[in-house]
Nanobody, 122 residues
């Protein structure tokens, strides 16, 4: 079992920046960031392969958000810049312990953090 603990989030005005952190208690093969608003499916927005550091982004955040990691500390980060009101959501970190095919699909991940609210006002 791997436990994920998120920190960060909060409220910011449009155009501002926030950073989310996710601490993992054990080995992960791939980690990702997802977000969800009420009544909608959980959307995968960024993922990172913990071995190589290879990243992949959804078009909705590409060029604005950056996922990174500190393997020594088993930490993953999401730097969010140029935030928009439509980025308002609950953000979750997720982890998989083995290779997965669909890296931005929520069902591919076994472990989840508790979520952090991000609110962007116009």
């Amino acid at each position: 079992q791997v436990q994920l603990v998120e920190s960060g989030g909060g409220s910011v005005q449009a155009g501002g920046s926030l950073r989310l952190s996710c601490a993992a208690s054990g080995y992960t093969y791939r980690m990702g960031w997802f977000r969800q608003t009420p009544g909608k499916e959980r959307e995968g927005i960024a993922t990172i392969l913990t071995g190589s550091g290879s990243t992949y982004y959804a078009d909705s955040v590409k060029g604005r958000f950056t996922v990174s990691q500190d393997n020594g500390k088993r930490m993953m980060y999401l730097q969010m810049n140029s935030l928009k009101p439509e980025d308002t959501a609950m953000y979750y970190c997720a982890a998989a312990g083995s290779p997965i095919r669909q890296t931005l699909l929520a069902g591919s991940y076994k472990y989840w953090g508790q979520g952090a609210q991000v609110t962007v006002s116009s």
